[in-house]
């Protein structure tokens, strides 16, 4: 369940080595969000195509939502975390951790960028065009830039 902002870093020989925190936040979630979802994300209630979707089984909501939903490991050891969003949310969030476990704030990377790789200067990944043609992109990143990485 991800009702904490934390990751959980093990070694190679399953040992916890440790758990990375980011700042908390409220992730409830609510029956607002629910309905929008199933508003906004899934087909019509009166389409055939929304049968999928329609439990045959008593099936729960969690409580909250989970706190990240992507992760890369630079080579020199800082982990990018990315938030997890809504199919609503537009702007991807990513959080930086340092090597030591050092939360060292979040950033936003370009709108409708598909994140392939991140490293400890560039991120890149693939943005799609106005005719939904995929072109690749590098952008260059400084993650020290106000003096720590």
């Known amino acids: 369940y991800g009702d904490k902002a ?8 399953g040992k916890l080595r440790g758990i990375w925190r980011a700042p908390a936040e409220d992730l409830t979630l609510t029956p607002s969000m629910i309905k ?6 899934l087909p019509p ?3 055939v195509k929304r049968a999928p979707y329609i439990p045959t089984f008593e099936f729960k909501m969690p409580a909250t939502f989970p706190a990240f939903d992507k992760l890369y490991l630079t080579k020199d050891g800082f982990l990018w975390a990315r938030r997890f969003r809504m199919p609503w ?5 990513w959080g930086l951790f340092g090597p030591d476990g050092s939360f060292l704030g979040y950033t936003i990377f370009p709108r ?9 200067d560039y991120v890149h ?12 992109q590098l952008h260059r990143i400084n993650p020290g830039a106000e003096g720590k990485r």
């Open 6 to 13: 934390e990751i959980a870093i093990y070694a190679l020989d």
């Open 36 to 41: 929008q979802y199933e508003t906004s994300s």
């Open 45 to 47: 209630a009166d389409s």
């Open 89 to 93: 949310d537009l702007d991807r969030r």
């Open 112 to 120: 409708g960028l598909e994140v392939f790789d991140v490293g400890s």
């Open 125 to 136: 990944g693939v943005m799609k065009d106005s005719l939904d043609v995929p072109f690749v």
